[in-house]
């Protein structure tokens, strides 16, 4: 499964593999493709393709031996949770060039595999990598039978689907890192309900304002962000403003104190989770900031979800 791999970097990481699976997983991949699925249908003018989540149908002893392989080959904490749609593309479907990056709750790593007999260069549906939203592509990766691309999701994972001219049938595995879990979206997105920035507490009004002057709007609502996410984390005024200061780069927080600085870094990761996506780079600073840190109990849902304490086995 997944052996003989070829490892790219650019436009962005990626591998690539001829022979994903073995005959028999592949006949069995091909059955998931029936007419009597619950295909949901996209035909804008960006995505067109019909969708099928056909998790279930795969078998729990598959789902565990490729979760495994996907680990060994992203060196990533992915969780035991696997979502598998089957992808088929009628002649004259499109999907325009985009990122998939990992929003808040979203799958992280993402494999491609292609399930289509007999392809010819002339049936389209070759998938396209780019460094950029706009340009040529960088990397051009034909959809074979049983060829598989994987590559992690962020921002900058730019790809797309030229159009088809015979049916194209893909099946696609997606996986989630540890720390941007759809429990955790949960748990931020209560976080910040009804969001208003009129709880700032008085003691963060002439700071606020004066950054709204000077900074982009995304940076200060941002820090406002965090600055609701300590107040409904009952933290005092003095923290609060340490938090809006440090999330508006106004300031480094360097208080001394290791809850607070703890609180305002936790608080920061999730007003940017919020607003933004799951950053790997981000992340692996935050967790190397509070490594060593103790965790306190008024923080403990927080960090659970945003630093798990990881074992392979999870």
């Known amino acids: 499964m997944l052996l003989q791999l070829n490892h790219h970097h650019h436009p962005f990481p990626f591998f690539c593999v001829d022979a994903a699976f073995s005959e028999e997983q592949c006949a069995a991949l091909e059955g998931l493709f029936l007419p009597t699925n619950d295909w949901q249908h996209r035909d804008g003018a960006f995505y067109q393709c019909s969708l099928c989540d056909v998790t279930e149908k795969i078998p729990a002893s598959f789902q565990t031996e490729l979760l495994a392989r996907m680990r060994e080959i992203t060196r990533l904490p992915l969780v035991n949770?696997?979502?598998?749609t089957a992808q088929r593309m009628l002649p004259g479907h499109v999907i325009g060039r985009h990122s998939d990056r990992p929003f808040l709750g979203y799958e992280m790593v993402r494999l491609v595999v292609q399930l289509n007999q007999h392809w010819r260069p002339d049936?389209?549906?070759?998938?396209e990598l780019f460094s950029s939203p706009d340009g040529q592509a960088v990397f051009r990766v034909d959809p074979e039978y049983n060829t598989a691309v994987g590559f992690p999701l962020h921002a900058g994972s730019y790809h797309g689907v030229t159009e088809v001219t015979q049916p194209r049938q893909t099946v696609v595995f997606n996986f989630w890192h540890v720390a941007n879990t759809p429990e955790l979206a949960e748990y931020v997105q209560a976080l910040f309900a009804n969001l208003h920035f009129s709880e700032?507490?008085?003691a963060l009004n002439p700071v606020a304002s004066s950054a709204e002057s000077t900074l982009p709007e995304e940076t200060t609502f941002r820090a406002g962000t965090a600055a609701i996410a300590l107040r409904r984390l009952?933290?005092?005024e003095a923290t609060i403003v340490t938090g809006y200061r440090h999330s508006a780069g106004l300031a480094l927080?360097?208080?001394?104190?290791a809850e607070t600085d703890a609180a305002v870094l936790l608080a920061d990761w999730m007003a940017y989770l919020y607003r933004e996506s799951f950053d790997l780079a981000r992340w692996k600073i935050l967790r190397n900031n509070l490594e060593r840190?103790?965790?306190?109990?008024r923080l403990l849902p927080a960090w659970q979800l945003c630093l798990p304490e990881w074992r392979e086995s999870n």
Do not use: N
Request: glycine share 16%; with cysteine; hydrophobic share 35%.
């Open 200 to 202: 700032f507490p008085a």
């Open 81 to 84: 949770r696997i979502l598998v």
């Open 253 to 257: 927080c360097e208080t001394g104190d």
């Open 123 to 127: 049936h389209g549906g070759v998938l």
């Open 293 to 297: 840190v103790e965790r306190v109990t």
């Open 234 to 236: 009952g933290y005092d």
